[in-house]
């Protein structure tokens, strides 16, 4: 079917009984903007001015969408062999039209409807709600559940995507008059349960601490019991015993206390940083929200206290 200077004057003039109805649709100065539009539309229809006319309609569209202005973009869009376009708003037009429209409106819809959709390609997408579709590099808005693209006959490539879960890729081949449904089930992003990735630095970091901690610890301790000995061989060596070589016996002992609080302190520090670097390298990287799986934690608390160190760890899966 072609659409010819006549047919898509009479076709625009569909709506011209209906312009009225998009009016009252309107609030406030909306409505005036889109009959002006619409009326506009209609002037450049009748004087065989189709782009300017699909312009007028696209911005009146933009305000408002009803079927009546679906109906005409469709029209003027069939006259421009512009068949995706037109078939997807000859497709609304005709799912929308009101019970109050006239059989030969709708006929006029339904025969316009129909020659378009027999020149495209029909891709019928099935997903979950909220999922971003984009058709060949373009988006194409957030899927509610059910989504139809009209498309030109070839191949075409539809990406579904969604926070937290892994975008799915098709790839379709479509004939003019041909339907493809697509039924799509995401998945959960993946996560490298191995914990590969995460960066290397923290690791790095807490085993240097570790190296650092438990060394300082050794070090400390064999000091500590050199000093211990040392008081105690100067204390037992004082014959007669003095208060000047008793002090200085002591003295020596309390080095060895000191020493050995401190290094208690570096074993525990070491050995929480030492842990931890095993524990970040092991456990799985945690799953982002929202996609049901559970999100894992680990928290290292060091405890110092005069008499004694350590630490405090709890995980959760």
Not at 187 to 201: L, Q, V, Y
Not at 226 to 250: F, N
């Amino acid at each position: 079917m072609t659409l010819t200077p006549t047919l898509a004057r009479l076709a625009i003039c569909v709506a011209c009984a209906s312009s009225a109805s998009i009016a009252m649709a309107q609030d406030g100065s909306s409505d005036k903007e889109v009959t002006a539009l619409v009326q506009e539309a209609i002037r450049l229809g009748d004087a065989g001015q189709l782009p300017q006319a699909q312009k007028k309609l696209l911005e009146a569209w933009a305000i408002k969408k009803t079927f009546d202005i679906a109906a005409n973009l469709g029209f003027v869009e069939s006259g421009l062999k512009d068949w995706p376009a037109a078939a997807e708003h000859l497709d609304y037009a005709y799912q929308t039209f009101p019970l109050n429209g006239t059989p030969k409106e709708k006929a006029n819809i339904e025969q316009f409807r129909a020659n378009a959709i027999s020149k495209t390609g029909r891709l019928r997408v099935s997903v979950e709600a909220g999922v971003e579709i984009t058709l060949d590099g373009v988006a194409r808005g957030a899927a509610s559940s059910e989504k139809t693209f009209f498309v030109e006959p070839g191949q075409h490539t539809l990406v579904a995507s969604k926070a937290g879960k892994q975008d799915e890729k098709r790839d379709v081949s479509l004939t003019a008059g041909q339907e493809a449904v697509l039924n799509i089930a995401m998945k959960d992003a993946e996560t490298d349960g191995a914990g590969s990735a995460r960066p290397i630095w923290p690791a790095i970091l807490m085993g240097s601490v570790a190296a650092v901690g438990l060394g300082i610890g050794t070090g400390l301790t064999v000091a500590a019991s050199g000093k211990y000995a040392d008081g105690e061989d100067l204390v037992a060596q004082c014959q007669p015993p003095t208060v000047s070589c008793a002090s200085e016996g002591q003295a020596l002992i309390d080095d060895s206390d000191t020493f050995q609080t401190v290094g208690i302190v570096g074993f525990g520090v070491g050995g929480a940083a030492a842990i931890a670097t095993l524990l970040y390298l092991v456990i799985p990287v945690s799953s982002p929200a929202g996609t049901g799986t559970a999100a894992k934690r680990t928290q290292f608390v060091p405890l110092i206290a005069p008499d004694r160190a350590g630490f405090s760890f709890s995980t959760s899966f």
